[in-house]
């Protein structure tokens, strides 16, 4: 290991953030089982909040963010680990409590540790990231409640967000019809070279009126959006379907009533990728690696950046219209 590397440190002084690329020393991680080489990370939702000032993700600074990285291990205290292993690392308190993944070395806990499967590089591990475990994490979730192509048309909310671009794929990859919802008329074609065989406009769930009951459309759902939209959808299931929520992007109230649950048996499925168990996690992975590996992975990249990026493009995150991944390459 070398004497010093650079780290993405976000300092706050008084109520502005600084966010700036550092020389720093082994000794600024903080203390953890194991070290690992960063190679990739990602950008998401949680780090471009991590990155503003009303963002309430932080809450003690100087901080370096990236709740998701993959590289290869320098040293370990845990016997599982030994070095030269590739490893992935998402969730738990990465990028949140704990210094993450936008430094080229990390110190972290081996509890949070997955190792990576064979099948899969480490930079696709990263394109994946937190957004493709949460999208398989729910595919998988939707097919342990009984959900399979035959029961009909599989519908995905916020269709160009990071969870939902990813679900149309690894659906469309397992034969499913689906039938992406979205804002932006403009994105047709690509939500259709995802896997989409219907896109339709987010009006057609939920147009301002909520319905009890409405007419059953669809089989099941991944629904990254929350709120009155979901209640809407929920009154949309067909019978016994289920819906797999992991967003709040409308709003976390859920203004709906007792009747699609127990009229129609459907379900309200919470994915949670935080603090998933390990063992559902690694399988998770292993599937990501294996009968969910989509050919398309580099088509969702839709810029690679390095570290001396990202303090432009962390803050400028919620304004930007990009559609599809950004891959932190931390090799240089």
Partial sequence: MTDTFKALVIEKENENLHLNVKEIEPS?????????????????????LAAHPDGNIVKEYPFIPG??????????KDDRYQAGDPVIVTSYELGVSHFGGYSE???????????????????????LGTAGFTAALSV???????????????LVTGATGGVGSIAISLLKKKGYHVVASTGKDSEKDYLQQLGAAEVIDRKEIYNGKLKKLDKQKWASAIDAVGGEPLASLLAQIKYRGSVAVSGMAAGVELPSSVFPFILRGVSLLGIDSVYCPMEERKQIWERLAGDLKLDNLEDLVYKEAGLE?????LPA?????????????LEG
């Fill in 317 to 329: 995150m919620f304004e930007s219209n990009h559609l599809g991944r950004v891959l932190v390459n």
């Fill in 67 to 76: 709740i998701d990285l993959a590289g290869e291990v320098v040293d370990s």
């Fill in 28 to 48: 600024y991680l903080p203390e953890g089982d194991v070290l690992i080489k960063v190679k990739y990370s990602g950008i998401n939702y949680k780090d471009g």
């Fill in 140 to 154: 998988q979730r939707l097919e342990e409640n009984g959900l399979n192509p035959e029961n009909g048309a599989v």
């Fill in 309 to 313: 990026a990202l303090p432009e493009l």
């Fill in 105 to 127: 070395y990390a110190c972290v806990p081996a509890e949070w540790i997955v190792p990576l499967p064979e099948g899969l590089s480490l930079k696709e591990s990263m394109i």
